[in-house]
Structure formats: structure tokens, C-alpha cells
């Protein structure tokens, strides 16, 4: 009986969502929000038209609010308030240009400033079309409300004399302009570097900073820029990743340098003194600094546990903090967004495994209003999400996340959903994959195999060199753990985007007793010929190398790793998908596993004309999941 009470929920919540897939392939109604310095304006990150748009709202005048639509041909990435008259916002467009070596697909960016006075929107640097301009202000000029600083990189790519496209020579100049908020163009050139140079400027405009960067060799160096002259402050050679500089700290005096491997660390510019830097009595390792987008000023961290965390340099927001959690009824309260005078901000409520609310609080009123939730669910439409650890075949615990039906006990039949990255984690935030699937009556499993962040830079190391083998395994040992204990059935189908998209392949290839089907979304297929054919600077083939092993490695490991080199290996149901526009992992991958499996009945391939890596329209994700929950209906049904 129970069996059979089990079998129509199932039934019941694979109906439900038939019919409501596009509560979960919808963008999210609000995705971030930032307060103007005065406070009387409000810039949110909206989806009213299934992609990024930004809505704008008069809080002191009041009237309908109004939207920046996404551009044709790219979308909005980003946004943020340089005064009360200009909005800055992001955009990445894909691009097609000739190179020495042909015809190069890739995504650029590009930074856009809207005059709420005027309603007009304008290039940044649009004046210079032969430049590459990075989508991030340099510096704000704070003494100057008409101007920004923006960087604009020029050069080429120089060949090697094997003429490989492993390993191009990228030589660039990078000059720093003080750039017109009203018309986008240069209005003058406020610093010039040498090649593979930048400059790191403070909120006036002020050079302070030279960063040096060699990237056949790997050598990194950060110099004091004073009276037209440099003073070498740190040098360093880095295998593959290089250091960042956050922001300013200490009121100037010094700034926050992370540096791969090792983590955020303080560098004084007046001497070179490299520290440990603590907030709050913490060491920072894998947080991220939260920087004043116009001071540069580093004003605290943040990290992931379960949820986000903030700890905070200033003693009344951190007090704000916790006065807002005695309030709200969320697990987590962030401080998004305030305005100048510190009294107007906007407040995020998180749970685990629920949609993230918006506040916005007013402390002059005492008001504090929900402006929307990111997603709207049907009752219990989330899913139950939960926290598990196990340990793997050689003993090491993992983390995992758990998402099953609301009200449904298990065990269930299982979707093995891993991350892509693979340097990246998943949380107790909420997935809308993991919330989709479990509303077709699946428990999905997100683990956080070795490589994962979240557990310290030696956890990240441990998957070197395991990008085929050890964190497959990890995976495999989650799925084991689940069924053991009653949570799931010891078949699955697995799901995965990116990196994650591979390992759905390779858990297919190596665990093909339990492994029903696979479903890869922009996936690799062929590790080598993924580095081979880009065109990576030195520090990226590094980097790669890293992960995935040399192109020089012995045969029979690079075949072990590739599901085009054991595509006829493959006894299960396939579903690939990749976007046609997608430059992190070119659609070429899919081609090469299509050409493998041509004949083959039960393998699916489907280009996404227009999409990019990230599954991050409205559309792209309809037909993601409406793709994925055909094929799971036929070759893996929960109701079966």
C-alpha cells in the first residue's frame, strides 16, 4: 500500500509541473537592486521579457517604474549607481573577428551609461572600435560627476614559431581615458602603460598601482607608481593563476591582494609589507571582499557556508545585521545596497532551498517593505533541500545537497546533479534545476567532489589532476551513500551544465550498472581537443593542464578521460545540448560526439541557436528543461 501511495504522489507532482515548467524556466523576477547615493532612486535587476533588464523606480517622486531592456545582440550582466544621474551597467555580446589564425568566436564586454535625467544610454569608449574595453569602471572620479575612468587594451596576438594556437603570445597596451558620462567618448588620457601592463587608480584618479604580468613565464608583479617613477612592491611567478587586487584598505595605505593558493592577503604600498589580513578576527582564505564599488574601499567579506555570510568592518552595520534577523523571518539576512547617508537599504532574505525575498528598509520611516522574491512557486514548489556528508572510497568526507519532493519519502528515483566549474560549489541556495526535477518526483543529489570550493584551498588542490577520474568517483560514492540509507533508488539518470555536463557523460562511461541516462548541457566531450583548439595564453593552457593532465600525457589516459575516444562505450540513453554561441566550451564539442554516435537511436544532440554557456534567458532554460523532461519521461520516469 504504501508503495502504491508513493507511486500517485509521485504521479500527482509530475502533473503539476507538466504544467508549470515555466515557473521554473522563468528568469528571476528580481536577480539584484542597488540604491542611488541619495537614496531616492532604485535601480533593480528584472526579467519582465525572459532576460536580463534593469527597472528603475522614483522613490520620493513615486509613478510606474521603467526598464532598460537588454541591447540587441547582448545582455545585461551588471549595474551600478556612479552618482544620481548615471547608472552604469554591464553588457557581454558574442563576436565573431578575424585572427592571424582565422575566424575567432567570443564573448566581450562592454560598459554602458544610462542618464535617468535624459532616458538616453550610451557606449563607454564607443570611439574606439579596434580596442578591447573591459566592462568595469577603473576608477569613479569622485571629484567629477560628467566622467569615469575606463581602461581600452590594444594590440595582437603574436604566433609562436611552431605556429601552434596553443599558447598564442597575447602583447597588448592598456591606456586608462577619463571617459564622458553623457556622450561615452574619451575626453582625455589620464595613464599609459607598457606591454602587459594595467594600473590600479584610486577614486580620484590617481595612479597608484602597476601590475605586471608575463604570461610565457609566469611572472607577476605589482609596483608603486609616485612621481613618475616605480618602486617594485611584490614579484612573484604563478603556474596558472595570477593574483587580484580587490581594493583599498586601511584608508588607503594598503591594498587586499588574493593570491591563488594562498588567499587574501594585505600588501602595504608604501613598503611592500605583505600580511595576513583579518576582519573581525577571521582569516580570510576563499571569501570574497565586498568593495565599495565607487571608493574601492574594501568595506568587509563574505563567504558561503550553507548560505550567504557577511561580516562587516563597520560596528552599526553588523548590528543592523542582527537586529534584521530578530525581525525577518529568513535564516540569513544580507545587506545588499544602501545609500550615501547610510539610512535607506536594500535587505535580502535568504533560506535554504526557497527563492531569496528583497526588502527594502527605510530607517528615517522605520519602513521595510518586500519589493518581490526572485521566483514565484506554487506552494511547496522548491522542494525539500538538506545538507548531507559522506565519506568517499578513500575516506575523505563530502558534501551534498538534497532536494526531494515536498511531502514524498523516499527512496526515490535519483538524478545525479553535479556543478560545473569545476572550481565552484553548491549550497543550501536555492537551484531551479534541483527545484525542477524534484517537482517531477526525483531526489536530486549535488555533491561537492574534491576540487569543490567552500572547504579551503588544499580541498580545490586535491582535484588536480582528477578531472576525469577522482571526481567522478566522488560523484559515484554520493550516489551510493543515497541509496544505502533509503534517501534514493541505486539507479540514476545524471544531469549536468558545463564541466558538470562532462562528468554526466563520464558517470555514464563509469558506473554504466547504474547509470540509466545522461543529459549534458554545454559539456565537454573532448578534454585535449577542448585546449588544443583555443586560442588560451600561455597561463590558461597552464591552468587547463592543471586540471584535465598534458596533451603529452601517455594515450591510453587521454582516451580514459574522453567521451568521444569512448563513445562506443557508451550503453545508455543520451541527451547533448549546447548553445551555438557559446565561447567557454565551444559547440565543436558536441559536433565531435555527434560524429561518434551518428546512427545511434537513443543519442539526442540539440544546438540552441543564440545561447550562450549559461542557460540565462527564459527560453534557453524553457527548452532546457522541456528537453530534459521528455527524455526523462521516456528512458527514466519518476512514475514508472
Not at 574 to 588: A, C, I, R, W, Y
Request: charged share 25%; hydrophobic share 40%.
Amino acid at each position: 500500500m504504501k508503495g502504491a501511495l508513493c507511486a500517485i504522489a509521485l504521479a500527482m507532482a509530475g502533473s503539476a509541473a507538466h504544467a508549470q515548467l515555466e515557473s521554473y524556466a522563468a528568469m528571476p523576477r528580481i536577480w539584484d537592486a542597488e540604491l542611488s547615493p541619495s537614496g531616492n532612486l532604485l535601480a533593480t535587476g528584472c526579467s519582465p521579457r525572459g532576460t536580463r533588464e534593469i527597472c528603475l523606480y522614483d522613490l520620493e517622486g513615486g509613478g510606474a517604474a521603467s526598464a532598460i531592456p537588454a541591447p540587441d545582440g547582448g545582455r545585461i550582466t551588471g549595474f551600478y549607481w556612479v552618482n544620481d544621474t548615471y547608472l552604469i551597467y554591464t553588457i557581454s555580446a558574442f563576436r565573431e573577428i578575424m585572427t592571424v589564425n582565422g575566424q575567432l568566436k567570443i564573448t566581450v564586454a562592454r560598459a554602458a551609461s544610462f542618464n535617468v535625467r535624459t532616458r538616453e544610454t550610451v557606449l563607454l569608449l564607443d570611439d574606439m572600435p579596434g580596442a578591447f574595453v573591459p566592462g568595469q569602471i577603473v576608477s569613479a572620479l569622485v571629484d567629477d560627476d560628467e566622467h569615469v575612468a575606463l581602461e581600452a587594451m590594444s594590440g595582437r596576438w603574436h604566433d609562436r614559431p611552431n605556429a601552434s594556437r596553443l599558447g598564442s603570445d597575447a602583447r597588448y597596451e592598456t591606456t586608462v581615458f577619463k571617459v564622458s558620462l553623457q556622450d561615452g567618448n574619451r575626453d582625455e588620457q589620464i595613464f599609459e602603460t607598457r606591454q602587459n601592463e594595467f594600473v590600479v587608480l584610486d577614486a580620484h584618479g590617481v595612479p597608484v598601482l602597476e601590475v605586471r604580468i608575463e604570461d610565457e613565464t609566469g611572472e607577476f608583479g605589482i609596483y608603486r607608481v609616485a612621481d613618475g617613477a616605480s618602486q617594485q612592491l611584490y614579484s612573484e611567478v604563478f603556474e596558472a593563476e595570477y593574483p587580484l587586487i580587490p581594493g583599498f584598505t586601511d584608508n588607503g595605505e594598503a591594498v587586499a591582494l588574493d593570491i591563488p593558493g594562498v588567499g587574501i592577503r594585505r600588501l602595504e604600498i608604501a613598503t611592500g609589507e605583505l600580511s595576513d589580513y583579518d576582519l573581525s578576527g577571521t582569516g580570510l582564505s576563499e571569501a570574497s571582499l565586498m568593495v565599495d564599488t565607487v571608493s574601492r574601499e574594501v568595506i568587509g567579506y563574505s563567504s558561503q557556508g550553507a548560505l550567504p555570510e557577511q561580516r562587516f568592518l563597520r560596528s552599526d552595520f553588523t548590528a543592523l545585521r542582527e537586529e534584521l534577523s530578530g525581525i525577518l523571518t529568513e535564516a540569513v539576512v544580507e545587506l545588499r545596497s544602501w545609500n550615501q547617508a547610510k539610512t535607506k537599504f536594500v535587505v535580502i532574505g535568504w533560506d535554504v532551498g526557497q527563492p531569496p525575498n528583497y526588502y527594502l528598509l527605510d530607517l528615517q520611516t522605520g519602513g521595510l517593505g518586500l519589493l518581490d522574491t526572485a521566483y514565484a512557486l506554487p506552494d511547496g514548489g522548491a522542494g525539500v533541500r538538506e545538507r548531507l556528508t559522506y565519506a568517499n572510497r578513500e575516506g575523505e568526507e563530502i558534501e551534498a545537497w538534497l532536494t526531494r519532493p515536498t511531502g514524498v519519502e523516499g527512496p526515490l528515483p535519483l538524478i545525479l546533479l553535479p556543478h560545473g566549474g569545476p572550481r565552484a560549489r553548491d549550497s543550501g541556495i536555492f537551484s531551479w534545476q534541483a527545484a525542477y526535477f524534484s517537482s517531477l518526483g526525483y531526489a536530486v543529489l549535488q555533491p561537492n567532489y574534491r576540487g569543490s570550493t567552500g572547504r579551503g584551498e588544499a580541498f580545490i588542490a586535491a582535484g588536480i589532476g582528477e578531472f576525469g577520474t577522482g571526481m567522478i568517483d566522488d560523484m559515484i560514492d554520493g550516489a551510493r551513500h543515497v541509496s544505502a540509507n533509503g534517501l534514493a533508488e541505486a539507479d540514476y539518470c545524471a544531469i549536468g551544465g558545463s564541466y558538470g555536463g562532462y562528468a554526466a557523460l563520464m558517470l555514464a562511461l563509469e558506473d554504466p550498472e547504474h547509470v540509466r541516462c545522461a543529459i549534458s548541457f554545454g559539456g565537454v566531450t573532448a578534454p585535449f581537443a577542448f585546449i588544443g583548439t583555443r586560442d588560451y595564453s600561455d597561463s590558461l593552457v597552464r591552468y587547463w593542464e592543471r586540471y584535465i593532465g598534458s596533451r603529452f600525457d601517455d594515450r591510453a589516459y587521454r582516451q580514459a578521460i574522453s567521451p568521444v575516444d569512448r563513445a562506443d562505450e557508451f550503453s545508455q540513453p543520451l541527451l547533448v545540448m549546447h548553445g551555438d554561441e557559446d565561447t567557454v566550451v565551444p559547440p565543436g564539442q558536441l559536433r565531435l560526439l555527434r560524429r561518434e554516435l551518428d546512427g545511434r537511436g537513443d543519442a539526442e544532440f540539440i544546438m540552441l541557436p543564440g545561447e550562450n554557456h549559461y542557460l540565462d534567458t527564459q527560453t534557453a532554460r524553457t527548452a532546457f528543461l522541456r528537453a530534459s523532461r521528455d527524455f526523462l519521461a521516456e528512458h527514466y520516469p519518476a512514475d514508472r
